[in-house]
């Protein structure tokens, strides 16, 4: 399959037509919606087709450009023809490498992704950690926008924290990185 002119009706051999639409996301009567059509990320962003890794970056990199994530929280592939649901086991994407600019209140941060798409971690792409509840260990992530996310590999997260200073908050003194003129909280700061 040539990667500019994929379409989801090639990979939905099988698949059952007719499926309920993404919850707020706007679709044509033109659109095929597609029911399961075998379509997975795994937790370290690897896509799968039917239970193999998708190993063509052209290709997952044009899967991740109509990726979208409706009002209900599920993804789809949505293209002017064609919508497919799409598992995903954490985040769609990870944060696989940063690059710093300016010091102090006037850094920013660039996250870049698996995908070759990046963002500046700001108010409108803020960071968020959540507590893995099996290990207790911090899980970062960032907001691309339009509710995707991309959660930072280990040593993002390990060379954001390298960036951190403490500030006082509500009240609090925390621990967290300046970008984009924006205190992004990561926790606590240790006494």
Sequence with gaps: MDENTASLSSLSKGA??????????????????????????????????????????????????????????????????????????????MAVDLTVTGTGRERAVRLHTNVDTSVVVSADHPLKLIEDPATGEPRPYVALGGGLEAKLTRPVYYDLVDLGVEEKRGGDQMFGIWSAGTFHVLGPAET
């Design 16 to 93: 059952k037509t007719g499926a309920p639409p993404p919850v707020g996301i706007e679709t044509t009567a033109r659109q095929i919606i597609f029911g399961d059509i075998g379509m997975r990320i795994d937790t370290t962003g690897v896509w799968h087709y039917r239970g193999s890794p998708i190993n063509r970056r052209p290709l997952v990199k044009l899967f991740a450009s109509v990726l979208k994530r409706d009002d209900a929280g599920a993804f789809w592939l949505v293209t002017p023809a064609e919508v497919a649901p799409v598992s995903v086991e954490d985040a769609p994407f």
